[in-house]
């Protein structure tokens, strides 16, 4: 009864003092340690609008996890028991939080092979080693990296294939997850393709699309989904003819630098999908590495609790520094 008398009181209105009692006897009795805290401050261009609405904006919280905060969480406004519906004043300060029992919290495991770049309660960042797939698959059961840092669910941002190395973004909650994929992010890759490019730097612009009968492999198709990389050359090497390249990703499609690089005639060093690896065409180079010589080196994203920019960046793994070694010393050689 008292739950359905909420409900029927209209959101401009203010609770009596034995309504706002009811409302602070029921959100002491839910558990004071939580999973998500969220914060913000109502600005002047807030006044009047609901509270809810204010955390959506202001937060980038979703009307789903706003939901479960309101059924399963509390909201204090400037430190005083509130509803989702209520209306708020410039200065207020609303903090939302969600109970750990309805999102659990996250114990995260140490793995040797795959350092953590960043980590706070609220994202990690793991330099993912080549080799690894994130999640378990229909193919790859054990071993993936969600299943090696946690029992519990994780919410990758950011995905890799599985042979390339680099920097991946993991949120620890649903709101984390929320926010980050919403926000603009910024991702840099280095590879090492063969030939020379043609020129310092440039833009492929060729949508992708799926292989007809084959679920893994994709190419550039008229009628595929846009796709845009732009490149940067860092270093070419004329001894063993081939360039490290940096990279970025303008849009997200699967294997897109792997298939942009084959696209214009310059394959990423040892790609066996897309590359000479598999062919009669390979190199020393190709078969040195033995998967595609690509990493994602360095994130940019927007940090869900502060908002402000965070930069990462993730070492080369061993065999990628093992082949630039290799093609230093052709250079050196040859020099000589």
Same mark, same amino acid.
């Given at each position: ?189 280095? #590879? %090492? ?6 020129? $310092?730097?440039? !833009?492929?612009?060729?949508? +992708? /699309? &799926?292989? *007809? ?58 790609? #066996? %999908? ?6 009669? $065409?390979?190199? !020393?180079?190709?078969?040195? +590495? /033995? &998967?595609? *010589? ?43």
């Amino acid at each position: 009864f008292v739950f359905l008398l909420f409900l029927i009181i209209p959101s401009c209105a203010t609770l009596t003092s034995e309504q706002q009692t009811v409302l602070n006897k029921r959100c002491q009795e839910k558990k004071v340690r939580t999973k998500v805290k969220v914060t913000c401050q109502v600005m002047p261009e807030d006044d009047g609008c609901r509270a809810v609405d204010v955390l959506c904006r202001r937060t980038g919280m979703s009307r789903l996890m706003a939901k479960r905060i309101r059924i399963h969480g509390r909201l204090t406004c400037n430190g005083r028991f509130q509803r989702m519906i209520d209306r708020v004043r410039p200065g207020d300060v609303l903090e939302a939080s969600l109970p750990s029992e309805k999102e659990k919290p996250v114990s995260i495991r140490d793995i040797p092979d795959a350092p953590f770049v960043y980590r706070d309660q609220w994202l990690l960042v793991v330099a993912k080693p080549p080799g690894m797939v994130i999640h378990p698959t229909y193919l790859h059961h054990e071993g993936s990296l969600t299943h090696q840092l946690s029992d519990l669910p994780l919410h990758p941002v950011i995905r890799l294939d599985r042979d390339t190395s680099g920097a991946v973004l993991i949120a620890l909650n649903g709101h984390a997850h929320h926010v980050l994929t919403q926000n603009k992010m910024e991702k840099l890759y280095i #590879g %090492l393709v063969h030939g020379k490019m043609r020129g $310092r730097l440039g !833009l492929i612009q060729a949508p +992708i /699309g &799926r292989v *007809a009968g084959s679920i893994m492999l994709r190419q550039v198709s008229a009628d595929g989904a846009p796709a845009y990389t732009t490149w940067q050359v860092i270093r070419y090497y004329p001894e063993a003819d081939v360039s490290l390249v940096r990279f970025k990703l303008l849009t997200g499609r699967t294997h897109q630098i792997r298939v942009h690089c084959r696209s214009i005639g310059h394959p990423l060093v040892g790609d #066996g %999908l897309y590359g000479w690896l598999e062919t009669n $065409r390979a190199t !020393l180079l190709d078969r040195l +590495i /033995g &998967r595609q *010589a690509l990493h994602a080196a360095q994130l940019r994203f927007i940090h869900p609790e502060t908002f402000r920019h965070i930069r990462v960046a993730a070492p080369f793994p061993e065999d990628f520094r093992q082949l630039l070694r290799k093609v230093a010393q052709e250079t050196k050689t040859m020099m000589n």
